[in-house]
């Protein structure tokens, strides 16, 4: 039975990843539990586990003395002494308890502790993990697509978590086993375990994408500065290079565009538009403002932090964008305000 048993555990541990110092601690636990509720509360016991042997032994400790006035807690030395003749009054006895004693009540008792400390070894252990990859991304691979509410079940790692529909990119389209990139917005824990926050519709995800296909960004030579995002349309990103020699903008599209069309693919098609950043406000946005071609940008006295940018009248479409988009993501990428207006206007 024993073998068994620490076959059981052993399984569980190397399924689990759990510590094995930690399962032995609650099964030990477990096990003690169920003794005293099998013998009335009995105090005083512990319980030996040796992997190695694959040995667990059950132990009343009992108090060797002369008289016995407590015998769930005191054993009479001459009882003692049947054992060894070593033992002397005030030493502790240990008396063997057959595991096949447990009742029905008390195995289940220690099952359910068993159990309760592996739900909770699995909740520390995700907690710690995903508090170390918050803000980070993952991937993912599908496994289930609610067909009425659009919500996915993802796999990451061993754990399964719910990416809501209102968190994937608008018009993506996911089926089971499809591999993906989300984005960890939020750890924490709750009553009912540890809650991990995913979604593809954060501006940081196109920001680690693209930090994993230029290792310029992960060495600090091309730094991202802003990102602007309208998830499924388009996003703006303004980069600076620290190196003279290297072009921020050259260095994200990549060979033949390569790195910015990887991410492209990987946010479903999803425009991308690279900035040079530049701490001149005029510069930032006439740049922010690309694909348009801009005549000039002027700070308005009245106005706290406001810009009047010029365009010739054909341009003045392509600056603004259809329905605003490229005027308000160049607002938000610049953190400024943009009176757009065409030289004809002016």
Same mark, same amino acid.
């Given at each position: 039975?024993? !073998?068994?048993?620490?076959?059981?555990?052993?399984?569980?541990?190397?399924?689990?990843?759990?510590?094995?110092?930690?399962?032995?601690?609650?099964?030990?636990?477990?096990?003690?539990?169920?003794?005293?509720?099998?013998?009335?509360?009995?105090?005083?016991?512990?319980?030996?586990?040796?992997?190695?042997?694959?040995?667990?032994?059950?132990?009343?400790?009992?108090?060797?003395?002369?008289?016995?006035?407590?015998?769930?807690?005191?054993?009479?030395?001459?009882?003692?002494?049947?054992?060894?003749?070593?033992?002397? %009054?005030?030493?502790?006895?240990?008396?063997?308890?057959?595991?096949?004693?447990?009742?029905?009540?008390?195995?289940?008792?220690?099952?359910?502790?068993?159990?309760?400390?592996?739900?909770?070894?699995?909740?520390?252990?995700?907690?710690?993990?995903?508090?170390?990859?918050?803000?980070?991304?993952?991937?993912?691979?599908?496994?289930?697509?609610?067909?009425?509410?659009?919500?996915?079940?993802?796999?990451?790692?061993?754990?399964?978590?719910?990416?809501?529909?209102?968190?994937?990119?608008?018009?993506?389209?996911?089926?089971?086993?499809?591999?993906?990139?989300?984005?960890?917005?939020?750890?924490?824990?709750?009553?009912?375990?540890?809650?991990?926050?995913?979604?593809?519709?954060?501006?940081? %995800?196109?920001?680690?994408?693209?930090? %994993?296909?230029?290792?310029?960004? !992960?060495?600090?030579?091309?730094?991202?500065?802003?990102?602007?995002?309208?998830?499924?349309?388009?996003?703006?990103?303004?980069?600076?290079?620290?190196?003279?020699?290297?072009?921020?903008?050259?260095?994200?599209?990549?060979?033949?565009?390569?790195?910015?069309?990887?991410?492209?693919?990987?946010?479903?098609?999803? !425009?991308?538009?690279?900035?040079?950043?530049?701490?001149?406000?005029?510069?930032?946005?006439?740049?922010?403002?690309?694909?348009?071609?801009?005549?000039?940008?002027?700070?308005?006295?009245?106005?706290?932090?406001?810009?009047?940018?010029?365009?010739?009248?054909?341009?003045?479409?392509?600056?603004?964008?259809?329905?605003?988009?490229?005027?308000?993501?160049?607002?938000?990428?610049?953190?400024?305000?943009?009176?757009?207006?065409?030289?004809?206007?002016?």
């Amino acid at each position: 039975m024993n !073998k068994e048993f620490f076959d059981a555990l052993d399984a569980i541990v190397e399924e689990k990843g759990i510590p094995k110092d930690y399962m032995v601690e609650k099964v030990e636990a477990a096990l003690l539990s169920a003794f005293k509720r099998d013998n009335g509360g009995f105090p005083n016991a512990r319980v030996k586990l040796d992997f190695d042997r694959k040995e667990l032994r059950l132990l009343k400790l009992l108090t060797v003395v002369e008289n016995v006035e407590n015998p769930k807690t005191e054993i009479s030395l001459d009882d003692a002494k049947l054992k060894s003749k070593k033992y002397a %009054l005030g030493d502790i006895y240990e008396e063997d308890v057959k595991t096949h004693n447990f009742g029905r009540i008390s195995a289940q008792t220690a099952k359910q502790v068993i159990i309760q400390g592996i739900r909770e070894a699995e909740r520390g252990m995700m907690l710690k993990e995903y508090e170390e990859k918050k803000e980070e991304i993952v991937s993912a691979v599908v496994e289930v697509v609610d067909p009425v509410s659009g919500n996915a079940v993802v796999e990451i790692g061993k754990n399964h978590m719910t990416l809501y529909r209102n968190e994937q990119i608008p018009g993506e389209t996911l089926n089971p086993g499809d591999r993906i990139k989300v984005y960890i917005t939020e750890v924490k824990k709750n009553s009912r375990g540890p809650s991990v926050s995913i979604n593809r519709i954060h501006p940081g %995800l196109v920001k680690r994408l693209f930090e %994993l296909e230029v290792p310029e960004i !992960k060495e600090g030579v091309v730094e991202i500065k802003a990102i602007a995002r309208e998830p499924g349309s388009r996003t703006k990103i303004a980069v600076v290079s620290h190196d003279p020699n290297v072009d921020p903008i050259g260095t994200c599209i990549g060979p033949r565009g390569a790195r910015k069309n990887a991410v492209t693919q990987e946010l479903n098609g999803e !425009k991308i538009d690279l900035i040079k950043y530049s701490e001149s406000s005029e510069e930032f946005i006439a740049a922010s403002l690309a694909p348009a071609t801009v005549l000039s940008v002027t700070k308005l006295p009245d106005g706290e932090r406001t810009y009047r940018v010029l365009v010739s009248e054909d341009q003045l479409s392509l600056a603004i964008g259809r329905e605003g988009q490229n005027a308000r993501l160049a607002a938000k990428l610049t953190g400024l305000k943009i009176d757009i207006k065409s030289g004809r206007e002016e």
